[in-house]
Nanobody, 123 residues
Framework: VQLQASGGGLVQAGGSLRLSCAAS????????MGWFRQAPGREREFIAL????????YNADSVKGRFTISRDNAKNTVYLQMNNLKPEDTAVYYC?????????????????WGQGTQVTVSS
């Protein structure tokens, strides 16, 4: 599967963005999907995952109810709605697909990666 992330940009603190990740190839619905981010000089960080059926899990410490992951299997797309953005959310955001339903929080569990989309939050 090939993944194409979009929707990043520059936003002021307190604002919102919705990231999209479009998948090409077959059987999108069979993949567990995740979002990660990486800020300069830092390790890649897990944000959220969504299972085949739509069940989700979040990195509570990072997003604390501000972010929502969802998927539309008919559109082969996974979304990340980000509200109340903070400067510390500034990073490149990556979507990823796992052949497992539950990929977990480790980036090693994901088999395919998108190219990343830059999110910059100004104070």
């Amino acid at each position: 599967v090939q993944l194409q992330a979009s929707g990043g940009g520059l936003v002021q603190a307190g604002g919102s963005l919705r990231l999209s990740c479009a998948a090409s190839g077959r059987a999108f619905s069979s993949y567990g999907m995740g979002w990660f981010r990486q800020a300069p000089g830092r390790e890649r960080e897990f944000i959220a995952l969504v299972r085949r059926s739509g069940g989700s899990m979040y990195n509570a410490d990072s997003v604390k109810g501000r972010f929502t992951i969802s998927r539309d299997n008919a559109k082969n797309t996974v979304y990340l709605q980000m509200n109340n953005l903070k400067p510390e959310d500034t990073a490149v955001y990556y979507c990823a697909a796992s052949v497992a339903d539950y990929g977990g929080a480790s980036s090693r569990a994901y088999d395919y990666w998108g190219q990343g989309t830059q999110v910059t939050v100004s104070s």
